[in-house]
Nanobody, 127 residues
Framework: QVQLVESGGGLVQAGGSLRLSCAAS????????VGWFRQAPGKEREGISC????????YYVDSVKGRFTISRDNAENMAYLQLDSLKPEDTAIYYCAADNGPMGFPCTVSPDTYNYWGRGTQVTVSS
């Protein structure tokens, strides 16, 4: 059964850190680009970072650049998102997703291209 499961969310004060994990099962995550998305209450789902398959090219949206770090461990079938210098506006449900696009192509944070999705983990940042 194909599955993505996020973990690591929680409540943290502004300026704090969290490390989100994305565990894949039922397929080989290494063949997929991985994207992280978030959705705040009343807002649309927003793509924030991705890492391509093959060469591991990375992309961040400007709002998280320099604060968040995406990574992957293909041997463990895992992906991660390190969240540092958190702000209250980072409060959202965070999702990981997998895209089986061509190997080595630049990844995208367009949700439409992703094949598999996790159910999300809540991140709440207090001021």
């Amino acid at each position: 059964q194909v599955q993505l499961v996020e973990s690591g969310g929680g409540l943290v004060q502004a300026g704090g850190s969290l490390r989100l994990s994305c565990a894949a099962s039922g397929f080989t995550l290494g063949y997929y680009a991985v994207g992280w998305f978030r959705q705040a209450p009343g807002k649309e789902r927003e793509g924030i970072s991705c890492i391509s398959n093959g060469n591991g090219r990375i992309y961040y949206v400007d709002s998280v650049k320099g604060r968040f770090t995406i990574s992957r461990d293909n041997a463990e079938n895992m992906a991660y998102l390190q969240l540092d210098s958190l702000k209250p506006e980072d409060t959202a449900i965070y999702y990981c997703a997998a895209d089986n696009g061509p190997m080595g192509f630049p990844c995208t944070v367009s949700p439409d291209t992703y094949n598999y999705w996790g159910r999300g983990t809540q991140v709440t940042v207090s001021s």
